[in-house]
């Protein structure tokens, strides 16, 4: 399969090497030169099918030959090693819970997915690969996880000092091996830009590739579990509304695909925190792109999302047709907060800070009789401890993958201006 730069000033390129490029030379991310819809039949039947087996329908065209079908195979039971189950919330409001992986994030697919590729494609290379990526608080941990022992892959990781929470920080800080920790003094974006400038660094001879949802293998692969969710409520023959709470927007980009591909789903609500440029975009139709603003859904706060050019592409760039299948809101902290009681209240159901975003998404768009909602659970409430247990009155027990890191020392290394990462990098 070959992808193309959306900034359509580079030559197209394989699989392979939009992984391993992240991004392309004119600074565009990649997109799939052809999205082909799964036959009608495989859909009509994906209760039939294991997940492995989804999995594979859902992403062997966007690898093609590149990677040989035993192998994929094997990449895909690696990466999908965990349950996904939609757990009922509401009559007809549902909870996808994408946390049950080993950092406990969603983002534990795409990271697992990437690591496994680029480690192939990079085994008859002589030259290490550095992978540097830029988080504002979950891509780190599931990151390191996921590559954590990677043959011939080094990983540098940028986080914004202070703003992603104890857990995260343990998360991304404590492995050792190939995995380093830079602590940026800013915020998301800093990291982020960052990571883009030392990719036009022309000084830096080490090659560099991101695992941010802008590369494809961390991208696509988070199609998978809207698969899994329609394969689970299939028999209550609804139509299906998913919410997601959204940053850099890649999860709900690959919820589009696979709705590209076949997926039966009726709307999509991309719900954020206060970093509402998307949903300002939709009401108002400029895109206006702001620095980002803390809160407590923090692994959303993003105020220019990489992966909204590739929603806009899969609508042709027209908003009149985005507008069909997409909205978009944006939710203070407050509501946040009211939200999280009030879910507990009614059913018991301890929803993190970003389950609570998409819960409103859901709430506001208004769900109809014949509609069942699904918000994407991406962290479990224990990420963001402090925020769930002084608004709950709950304890969190602390499950067994977070415990191992828990009392691990903290090993980054400080960092302030490009100039730091750039130093790093020469070494
Ligand atoms: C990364 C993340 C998000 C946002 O996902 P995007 O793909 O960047 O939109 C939401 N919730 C949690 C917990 C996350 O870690």
Known sequence: MNYYSLHHKSPKTTFKNAVIEGLAKDRGIYFPESITPLSKDFIDNITDYSNHEIAYEAIKQFVGDEIPTEKLKEIIANTVSFDFPVVKVDKNIGALELFHGPTMAFKDVGAKFMAQCLEYFNQDNDQEVTVLVATSGDTGGAVANGFLGAKGIKVVILYPSGKVSDIQEKQLTTLGQNITALEVDGVFDDCQEMVKTAFLDEEITRTLTSANSINVARWLPQMFYFFFAYKQLKKLNKEIVFSVPSGNFGNICAGIMA?????????????????????????????????????????????????????????????????????????????????????????????????????????????????????????????????????????????????????????????????????????
């Not at 009614?346 to 998404?361: F, M």
């Open 259 to 427: 709705q590209k591909l076949g997926l039966p789903v009726k709307q999509f609500i991309a719900s954020t925190n206060v970093n509402d440029t998307v949903p300002n975009y939709m009401a108002k139709g400029v895109y206006t792109p702001k620095p980002s603003i803390a809160t407590i859904s923090n692994a959303m706060d993003v105020g220019n999302p990489s992966n909204f050019i590739r929603i806009q592409e899969l609508f042709n760039n027209s908003l009149e047709d985005l507008k069909k299948a997409f909205s978009s809101y944006s939710f203070s902290d407050d509501e946040t907060k009211d939200t999280m009681k009030m879910i507990y209240d009614t059913s018991n159901y301890v929803a993190d800070p970003h389950g609570a975003v998409g819960y409103l998404g859901l709430k506001k768009y208004g769900l109809t009789e014949n509609d069942y909602g699904v918000f994407l659970e991406t962290a479990h409430p224990v990420k963001f401890l402090d925020v769930v247990e002084e608004t709950l009155p709950v304890k969190v027990a602390i499950p067994e993958q977070i415990k191992k890191v828990i009392d691990k020392e903290k090993v980054a290394i400080k960092a302030s201006s490009y100039e730091d990462l750039k130093a790093f990098l020469l070494k």
